[in-house]
């Protein structure tokens, strides 16, 4: 049931369409911010509660598995213009399945989410790589395409994604979802 509404969360916030294609979860993926609590699809966080990078637990049963974590805003610079979409604000690679992101490669170093007009989504989406240092950094973080990217890598499809809102400290409501 779980993964059922998470899906119906990423297609309703068009994560599935706008940054992946439909796909099957099949690996865990928790993360937390603040105070060790976890964010789950839609949460709404402000820029003050991600300053700094986020606790990664994936799942997994398997160390000889590896996966590479990217993290992109395809808001950028702002939702009704997002013309530097998708923005990438962290690549980590070789992370071992049942571990965490600090146990992995951070080849694209965290930056913190500041959006400046709109509300945007940040998704994070976990990809199962073919074997250890296959994945290498992009030349630049604007204008980056996560499929093209897995597409390069030979990543296949994701294994989970996740994904919060975030405005501006001083910014009000929340995303409309059209239903």
């Known amino acids: 049931m779980a993964k059922a509404r998470d899906q119906d969360a990423l297609v309703v916030s068009r994560v599935i369409g706008d940054v992946i294609e439909p796909f099957t979860k099949s690996v865990s993926l ?3 911010y603040i105070n060790n609590r976890e964010f789950t699809n839609g949460s709404e966080l402000k ?47 070789d992370i071992p399945a049942t571990t ?9 170093s965290y930056e913190s989410p500041r959006p400046a007009m709109g509300i945007h989504r940040f998704v994070s ?3 199962r790589q073919l074997g250890r240092k296959t994945v290498y950094a992009p030349e630049w973080r604007q204008n980056f395409n996560t499929r093209k ?19 501006r400290e001083t910014g009000c409501g929340g995303r409309r979802t059209i239903m």
């Not at 965490?100 to 694209?108: K, L, M, N, R």
């Open 30 to 32: 928790r993360m937390t």
């Open 47 to 93: 820029p003050s509660h991600v300053v700094h990078r986020p606790r990664v637990d994936i799942g997994g049963d398997d160390l000889r598995n590896f996966y590479t974590l990217i993290m992109v805003d395809p808001d950028a610079p702002n939702p009704s213009e997002p013309n530097l979409k998708e923005y990438l604000h962290w690549l980590v690679t």
């Open 149 to 167: 990217f897995a597409e390069n890598y030979n990543l296949g499809s994701p294994v989970a994604a996740v994904y919060f809102n975030c405005q």
């Open 125 to 127: 989406v976990l990809y």
């Open 100 to 108: 965490g992101a600090s146990f992995g490669q951070e080849i694209v």
